[in-house]
Structures are given as structure tokens and as C-alpha cells.
């Protein structure tokens, strides 16, 4: 992008021999349209990273095995991010309560918990289930967990058909913990296993642009405009 701007001005400088005042309205202009541009590109909510739809392959959390379960990526900044999981329940008639942990940068570094509360629905059509809404999170290292204490419940997460990773988000990898490893108190901290399955998942958010472009880009144009004045005054 900075070399493409530079192109452009020095190309439309040495066209029509712009004066020092038009230099610096052309120089506004363009800076303004590449500030505009970075603004409208971050404006609404996008998919940063996903494993989906729903397959036919799902697993236990809790039960009699205390299975706890882990997705773990990686990010860009972004803002008013959510996360859901495909979680579900063939038991109908009952209110399901499943735990959720975010962990940030490591291991152990909780920085969200919530319960969620859900009622049973068709197994055969799993929808993602919002865990997390509004967070503003840095770029980093993020894993899921999530865990239900009922053990005579019946709680699935399902695995994704595909993942979808982006500029902004790659899906690592996934992890599960059963007894005798799982820590039912703090299940962040079980002994896990890291598996190959892609576990359901979807990050969306407004991500952060980096401002190195912009400034580069705005540099750029400075450095034009004081070189094309010291020129005038050197002729």
C-alpha cells in the first residue's frame, strides 16, 4: 500500500508539476482516503476464526469420567468479539449447565469465566451456542475450556467439518482431560492431551487495525512534501 501511494504521487507530481499548495492538497486528500478506507474495512463484525458446521462426531463433558474439553487459537486485536461452541443436548425437558474458562497468553491465565444455561434440542441440528459476548481481547494466544459439574447430565460438543482460519485467527489445536487427570475444581488446570479433532467453535470480532500502516503511509507523504520544497528552493 505505502509503495503503491508513493507511485501514485510522484507520478501525478511529475505529470502536471504541481505547486507546493497543490502538493499539500493532494497530500491531505490521499491520506484522508487511506484513513477512511482502513476505517471502513473494521466497522463491522467479521469471522476471525471457526471450526464448522456441526459433524456427526461429538463428546462427552462431564459425566461419570469428568471429560473437559479445550479448544486453543491464535488472534489479532480485535473488539466487541464473540464466541460460541457447538454444544448441545439430546435430552429435552431439562435446563443443561455447562462452565467456560478463557484462558489468555498461557496456560492457567483465566481471564473470563461464565455459566451458560441451555435447554435441550434436536441433536440432529446443532447450531453454535454464544459462551462469551463484548470482549475486546489482544492479540495472543487464547484456549477455551469448558466443563460441566453434573454428572448425570448428557452434554456434547461437537466437532467441526472444516476450519476456517483467517488473517486474524488460526485454530491450533484441541484438548481433552478424563479422570484420573481431570481437576473438577479448576479444570483449566487438568493434565490435557492435545488432540487432531476440530472441535466446534467460531470467533468472530471487529479487529484492530495495526497502525504501522498508517503511519508509514503518512510518513511517506511527509517526506515527499519536504523533499519536493527543498527542490523548489534548491532551483
Known amino acids: ?30 491520506a ?9 474495512a473494521t466497522s463491522w463484525a467479521g469471522m476471525i476464526v ?9 463428546f462427552q463433558l462431564g459425566g461419570v469420567n469428568d471429560d473437559i474439553e479445550t479448544v486453543v487459537w491464535t488472534q489479532h486485536a480485535a473488539n466487541n468479539v464473540s464466541i460460541s461452541a457447538l454444544i448441545s443436548s439430546p435430552v429435552v425437558g431439562r435446563l443443561h449447565t455447562v462452565q467456560v474458562y478463557l484462558e489468555e497468553n498461557k496456560p492457567g491465565n483465566v481471564i ?10 434436536n441433536p440432529l441440528v446443532v447450531v ?7 470482549l475486546s481481547l489482544s492479540q495472543d ?24 482460519n483467517t488473517a ?17 475444581a479448576q479444570p483449566y488446570l487438568s493434565l490435557f492431551t492435545q488432540s487432531v479433532n476440530p472441535l466446534g467453535f467460531r470467533v468472530t470480532g471487529i479487529v484492530v487495525p495495526e497502525p504501522s500502516s498508517f503511519v508509514m503511509c503518512l ?9 519536493s520544497r527543498f527542490r523548489e528552493r534548491s532551483a
Open 128 to 134: 453454535p451456542m454464544t459462551l462469551l459476548s463484548g
Open 32 to 40: 484522508a482516503m487511506f484513513f477512511m478506507h482502513s476505517v471502513a
Open 1 to 30: 500500500m505505502e509503495a503503491l501511494i508513493n507511485r501514485l504521487v510522484f507520478t501525478v507530481i511529475d505529470a502536471v508539476k504541481l505547486t507546493e499548495r497543490d502538493l499539500m492538497r493532494f497530500i491531505c486528500t490521499v
Open 112 to 121: 473470563l469465566t461464565s455459566t451458560v444455561n441451555f435447554s435441550g434440542a
Open 168 to 184: 486474524d485467527g488460526t485454530f491450533l489445536y484441541s484438548e481433552f482431560a478424563t479422570t484420573p487427570v481431570s481437576n473438577v
Open 50 to 58: 471457526e471450526n464448522g458446521p456441526a459433524s456427526s462426531t461429538s
Open 219 to 227: 510518513s511517506s507523504l511527509v517526506l515527499i512534501c519536504v523533499g
Open 141 to 164: 494466544w487464547y484456549r477455551l475450556t469448558i466443563f460441566t459439574t453434573d454428572k448425570t447430565d448428557v452434554v456434547q460438543w461437537s466437532n467441526g467439518t472444516g476450519t476456517t
